[in-house]
């Protein structure tokens, strides 16, 4: 319904949706001819018009590139009939990446802080280039800010006749000019205008990283994208981190002190124990004694968790019957790990006991759980979900439907390792993320989108009292503290890269005041007009308006060429063990009918 509100349009076929349960089983798919990469969340396939898509732990997550990917599907009905031959035999005008990318993220999210952050910075670090050469990430987030911006100057109806014009015409840039009256150069003028206005007074009222914190990457001199999932030894004077620097995502080892690079702990990419890094959901930790990191990667048809001696190079691999592995926290106590796994549709937090050798479930619902990190006695682990007021399954009603919850905010929540009881930290109407304890565990470090804009709070767990220390340009990620808590790193973007900085003495740090982005008063008005409205629907249509999305986010959730293979370095099958093959058991009375035949469901 919503699909067909935005394009003025109904479909003249059913489209196929491919759902996996794993990334893993998802770059096992036969639908498509190209390795789909942890950056691609979903594929729209153009012969028979199918999606297809791997559930990756996060409902949020999975409805944005559903709806993504669905976007693209009646794109390809709509102007080339399902069927890709009309678009190789030229009978309709071929739309660029930035069109079909910049509405599937427009129809999909409208806007979110995580588009709102990337163009805030390509406007202010003036890397924003006109409409018609926007490319690589900025054809997802700089499209969606074009039809955003004509949506609210010429009204939401001009996009929906743009496609109908498109339809109807060979020439691309002369259906703008017919259903906005203006050539392409004069509205990337306009639009172009109308960024500055909206970014750049957020020069004067917030900070850029650097100016409150040490850069210890640089992407500039680097001529990278990605440092990311920063680990402070406890100690503080060492830190891992995972990076592109030299082509490949890899994991290094840094003196903190000196910015020097000690060398590469992990070369991924390159082999079928560390195939690809988890850089969307990532997280490492250090043993207590500081000799030992951990973290989690994709091998071979299963992800593992990895014990890397940082003094030796000994690597020890453990694997489970999980579906995914993520986000590694070691507990202060030595002989622990927590970790998030996703299985059978759910995302939750296990420890796994070294010296033991076993596994244990701590949350077990249909929540998304993340971020774990440990108290500093080992009793507790402070955790992200979107679980809302229902701490047990024992307290969900009866008529309980997950996708009527509101899934898309986050909070922090503390599990006790024993009992496993749950307590809920924060309750706002934001996304919480992030959370690390102080040393003396009275107190949590975490990362809030209040104000529009990821920035650093302190709580005081007792008192429930929290505050904003930060007031950034483009936010601050990942958090990372040495045991003292005296060295916090994160991760912030700006200038087209994610760096890593180091701010000290951060339970220092006093109280700031945060003047609300643009995008938070508006979402907040409407808001306070969707309370006022009784008569508007909670339905869901309305709430992913103004959805909130996650750091995975960030993810090219649409792959529409073949991938480039020049960088990638394949195995020998040969020399490798057999490809396990695995059933794939679905209750036929689901899908199927007493004679045999497939049910039919009405859209």
Do not use: C
């Amino acid at each position: 319904v919503k699909l067909k509100e935005d394009f003025k349009y109904e479909i003249t076929d059913r489209v196929s949706i491919i759902l996996y349960k794993s990334h893993n089983d998802f770059q096992q798919t036969n639908v498509v001819d190209v390795y789909l990469v942890e950056g691609i969340g979903g594929v729209t396939e153009l012969y028979k018009n199918r999606v297809v898509i791997p559930f990756e732990g996060s409902l949020s997550q999975l409805r944005h590139v559903l709806h993504h990917e669905l976007v693209h599907a009646v794109m390809n009905d709509m102007l080339y009939g399902g069927s890709v031959q009309s678009l190789i035999s030229g009978q309709v005008a071929q739309v660029p990446t930035w069109f079909a990318e910049g509405l599937a993220e427009y129809f999909s999210l409208r806007w979110d802080t995580r588009i709102d952050m990337v163009v805030r910075d390509a406007t202010i670090s003036g890397y924003m280039p006109p409409i018609s050469y926007l490319s690589y990430y900025l054809a997802y987030q700089g499209g969606a800010s074009v039809f955003r911006y004509i949506a609210e100057k010429y009204g939401h109806q001009k996009i929906s006749e743009i496609l109908h014009k498109i339809k109807g015409s060979l020439k691309f840039e002369g259906a703008f000019k017919s259903a906005l009256g203006i050539k392409m150069d004069e509205l990337t003028e306009d639009w172009q205008k109308d960024l500055r206005k909206k970014y750049w007074p957020d020069i004067v009222s917030r900070k850029e990283s650097p100016e409150i914190a040490r850069a210890v990457t640089d992407h500039n001199e680097w001529e990278n994208y990605i440092n990311l999932s920063p680990a402070l030894s406890p100690n503080g004077d060492k830190m891992v981190f995972l990076s592109d620097k030299d082509g490949k995502q890899s994991v290094y080892l840094m003196d903190v002190l000196d910015n020097s690079i000690v060398r590469r702990l992990v070369k991924g990419e390159t082999s079928v124990n560390f195939e690809e890094l988890h850089w969307l959901s990532p997280g490492m930790d250090w043993s207590p004694d500081g000799k030992k990191v951990t973290l989690s990667a994709k091998a071979g048809d299963q992800d593992a968790l990895y014990i890397i001696d940082v003094e030796t190079d000994n690597i020890e691999q453990y694997k489970f019957d999980i579906d995914g592995i993520f986000s590694a926290a070691w507990s202060p106590r030595g002989d622990q790990i927590a970790f998030v796994g996703n299985m059978n549709g759910q995302s939750d937090i296990y420890v796994f006991n070294i010296k033991t050798d076993s596994l244990v479930q701590i949350t077990d619902d249909r929540f998304t759980d993340a971020y774990p990190s440990w108290s500093n006695d080992g009793e507790r682990i402070a955790f992200v979900s979107d679980r809302g007021p229902y701490l047990s399954e024992d307290q969900l009603p009866e008529n309980f439907i997950l996708n009527s919850h509101e899934y898309e905010n986050t909070d922090i929540y503390i599990v006790n390792y024993q009992n496993k009881q749950i307590s809920r930290i924060t309750n706002t109407f934001n996304r919480e993320s992030d959370p690390v304890f102080s040393p003396d565990s009275k107190k949590l470090l975490y990362v809030s989108e209040e104000f529009g804009i990821s920035n650093i709070y302190i709580h005081n767990i007792d008192s429930s009292k929290a505050y904003p220390v930060t007031n950034l340009l483009t936010g601050a990620f990942q958090l990372s503290l040495d045991k003292d808590g005296k060295t916090l790193a994160f991760v912030s973007f700006l200038e087209g890269g994610w760096d890593i900085y180091t701010l000290r003495n951060p339970f220092d740090l006093k109280p700031v005041s945060i003047e609300p982005t643009l995008f938070a008063k508006q979402l907040k008005e409407k808001m306070a007009l969707e309370e006022a409205d009784e008569s508007i629907a909670s339905s869901d249509s309305n709430r992913v308006d103004v959805s909130i999305s996650p750091f995975s986010s960030e993810s090219a959730v649409h792959q529409s060429s073949a991938s480039d293979f020049s960088k990638f370095v394949f195995a020998d099958l040969d020399r490798r063990t057999d490809v396990k093959k695995v059933d794939v058991k679905l209750d036929k009375d689901k899908y199927q009918e007493d004679d045999g035949h497939y049910k039919v469901w009405d859209y």
